[in-house]
C-alpha cells in the first residue's frame, strides 16, 4: 500500500520561502511521476510541479521561477522549494504519485499541507 506523508507547510509573509517534503512508503522509482498539486478555497485542484521517473521536471506557468520540484532517491522523498511566495500561493498542497502502466492509471495521494501567505 502507498502512503505519501507531506510536511513543511505554515504561514509565511509574502516574499517568505517555503519548503515542502513528500515522503513516500518504499522506493519512489514505483511511480512513472510524482509531483505536487494544491487547492484553493472555491478553487479546482491545480498542478503546481511534477518530476518524472527519469528526472525531467514541469512547472505551472504561475510559480516558474520562483518554485524548484527536486527529490532524494535514497529517502524516497520528493521536495518543493517555494520562494517568493505570494498570497495567491496560499492553498492545501497535496503530494501525488503516478504510475500509468496500469488501466486507468493510478493516482496516490497525500492527506495535504496547509500554506498561507500572508500579504
Known amino acids: 500500500q502507498v502512503q505519501l506523508v507531506e510536511s513543511g507547510g505554515g504561514l509565511v509573509q509574502a516574499g517568505g520561502s517555503l519548503r515542502l517534503s513528500c515522503a513516500a512508503s518504499g522506493s519512489i522509482f514505483r511511480f512513472n511521476a510524482m509531483g505536487w498539486y494544491r487547492q484553493a478555497p472555491g478553487k479546482q485542484r491545480e498542478l503546481v510541479a511534477v518530476?518524472?521517473?527519469?528526472?525531467?521536471?514541469n512547472y505551472a506557468d504561475s510559480v516558474k521561477g520562483r518554485f524548484t520540484i527536486s527529490r532524494d532517491t535514497a529517502k524516497n522523498t520528493v521536495y518543493l522549494q517555494m520562494n517568493s511566495l505570494k498570497p495567491e500561493d496560499t492553498a492545501v498542497y497535496y503530494c501525488?504519485?503516478?504510475?500509468?502502466?496500469?488501466?486507468?492509471?493510478?493516482?496516490?495521494w497525500g492527506q495535504g499541507t496547509q500554506v498561507t501567505v500572508s500579504s
Open positions: 501525488n504519485a503516478r504510475v500509468v502502466l496500469t488501466t486507468p492509471p493510478s493516482d496516490y
Open positions: 518530476i518524472s521517473i527519469g528526472g525531467r521536471t
